[in-house]
């Protein structure tokens, strides 16, 4: 059916760092066009699925997809939204396996600590952001685009629920392009982590406010900012030359046009967070139970917000891959 290929991790030219053999049965494939791209030392973008899979409603969710990897495309870079299908991990997802993920009636949700279990078991979801990089990392792609990431829940110094994301930073070295931490989560306490991690994090833009996902201020700063392309691209390869082995996040916050009502967002956001706590929601269940409230809440208003956000930070990630494949020494 596809021609699946297997990437190893020892990385030197990109040639060496490519070993290829059909393996139909191995549990992690490389579609053909990531390969080639990857062969090729061309941009790739990696996507992850969980917010296809958790993060908005069919069939918004395969339309953010589909737009995505469009734009990605614009951009000169090769997009590689990384998934799990029957327990086969898949780089570079195309529409019919896209569409798979947006429509399974009961999708699992993969971070880090569930790849085995779904290998194992045969499961089909979306990886989460900690589950992407990881993977990302493993075929040798820099670049990673996502809408938020996760962080410190509310509460989290009592609960201990704290995003896989957050250690993955830490360990993984791939840039992540998000629009900040939403403010379901502990934004204060989710950067303190992200410092403790020893995680880069730089604003897009003439700016250091740090960005709440929905609204392009958050309340709290970011350590550093990055005017534009060119200089996340040089801090990226600076990142790089130290081989300092963690990752680094590049906050881009939600253009203008489209950021929601702060106030009607934060309200909807508090509405859910009472819900979920008096319905006993918890682990990795609360982020996609407050997606979907705030989303029901505000009657699609984040939702729109959501996918235009996540398609801001696909084309800046796919110009940021560009330009670190123009101006590698
Ligand atoms: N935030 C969103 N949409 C999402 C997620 C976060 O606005 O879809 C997903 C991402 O995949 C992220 C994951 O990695 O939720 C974090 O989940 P948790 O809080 O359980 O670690
Ligand atoms: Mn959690």
Same mark, same amino acid.
């Given at each position: 059916?596809?021609?699946?290929?297997?990437?190893?991790?020892?990385i030197?030219?990109?040639?060496?760092?490519?070993?290829?053999?059909?393996?139909?049965?191995?549990?992690?494939?490389?579609?053909?066009?990531?390969?080639?791209?990857?062969?090729?030392?061309?941009p790739?973008?990696?996507?992850?699925?969980?917010?296809?899979?958790?993060?908005?409603?069919?069939?918004?969710?395969l339309?953010?997809?589909?737009?995505?990897?469009?734009?990605?495309?614009?951009?000169?870079?090769?997009p590689?939204?990384?998934?799990?299908v029957?327990?086969?991990?898949i780089?570079?997802?195309g529409?019919?396996?896209?569409?798979?993920?947006?429509?399974h009636?009961?999708?699992?949700?993969?971070?880090?600590?569930?790849?085995?279990?779904?290998?194992?078991?045969?499961?089909?979801?979306?990886?989460?952001?900690?589950?992407?990089?990881?993977?990302?990392?493993?075929?040798g792609?820099?670049?990673?685009a996502?809408?938020?990431?996760?962080?410190?829940? $509310? $509460?989290?110094?009592?609960?201990?629920?704290?995003?896989?994301?957050?250690?993955?930073?830490?360990?993984?070295?791939?840039?992540?392009?998000?629009?900040?931490?939403?403010?379901?989560?502990?934004i204060?306490?989710?950067?303190?982590?992200?410092?403790?991690?020893?995680?880069?994090?730089?604003?897009?833009?003439n700016?250091?406010?740090?960005?709440?996902f929905?609204?392009?201020?958050?309340g709290f700063?970011?350590?550093?900012?990055?005017?534009g392309?060119?200089?996340?691209?040089?801090?990226?390869q600076?990142?790089?030359?130290?081989?300092?082995?963690?990752?680094?996040?590049?906050?881009a916050?939600?253009?203008?046009?489209?950021?929601?009502?702060?106030?009607?967002?934060?309200?909807?956001?508090?509405?859910?967070?009472?819900?979920?706590?008096?319905?006993g929601?918890?682990?990795?269940?609360?982020?996609?139970?407050?997606?979907?409230?705030?989303?029901?809440?505000?009657?699609?208003?984040?939702?729109?917000?959501?996918?235009?956000?996540?398609?801001?930070?696909?084309?800046i990630?796919?110009?940021?891959?560009?330009?670190?494949?123009?101006?590698?020494?």
């Amino acid at each position: 059916m596809f021609r699946f290929l297997y990437l190893t991790r020892k990385i030197k030219s990109p040639l060496a760092r490519v070993r290829c053999f059909s393996c139909n049965s191995d549990v992690i494939k490389v579609q053909n066009a990531v390969k080639e791209a990857l062969l090729q030392n061309k941009p790739v973008l990696a996507l992850e699925s969980t917010i296809i899979t958790h993060g908005m409603p069919y069939p918004d969710n395969l339309q953010m997809a589909l737009s995505v990897e469009k734009i990605v495309h614009e951009h000169c870079a090769t997009p590689a939204t990384i998934g799990m299908v029957d327990g086969h991990i898949i780089t570079g997802m195309g529409e019919d396996m896209l569409k798979r993920l947006a429509t399974h009636p009961s999708p699992v949700k993969l971070s880090r600590r569930d790849l085995a279990v779904g290998c194992s078991k045969q499961l089909t979801g979306g990886t989460t952001v900690s589950a992407t990089m990881l993977l990302a990392h493993k075929f040798g792609i820099d670049i990673f685009a996502t809408g938020g990431i996760g962080g410190v829940h $509310l $509460l989290g110094q009592e609960s201990m629920d704290i995003s896989a994301d957050l250690r993955e930073l830490g360990q993984t070295p791939i840039t992540v392009v998000s629009a900040g931490v939403k403010s379901i989560l502990d934004i204060g306490r989710t950067l303190e982590y992200l410092e403790t991690e020893g995680v880069t994090v730089a604003t897009f833009g003439n700016t250091k406010d740090f960005p709440a996902f929905f609204t392009r201020k958050s309340g709290f700063k970011s350590p550093y900012c990055v005017s534009g392309i060119t200089e996340a691209a040089e801090l990226i390869q600076s990142h790089q030359k130290l081989k300092l082995g963690s990752g680094m996040l590049i906050a881009a916050p939600i253009p203008k046009e489209f950021k929601a009502s702060g106030t009607k967002i934060e309200n909807s956001i508090k509405l859910a967070q009472q819900e979920a706590s008096s319905q006993g929601i918890q682990g990795k269940e609360v982020t996609p139970f407050i997606l979907r409230r705030v989303n029901d809440i505000t009657k699609g208003e984040s939702l729109k917000s959501n996918i235009q956000l996540m398609l801001n930070n696909a084309k800046i990630g796919a110009q940021i891959a560009r330009e670190l494949k123009t101006t590698r020494t």
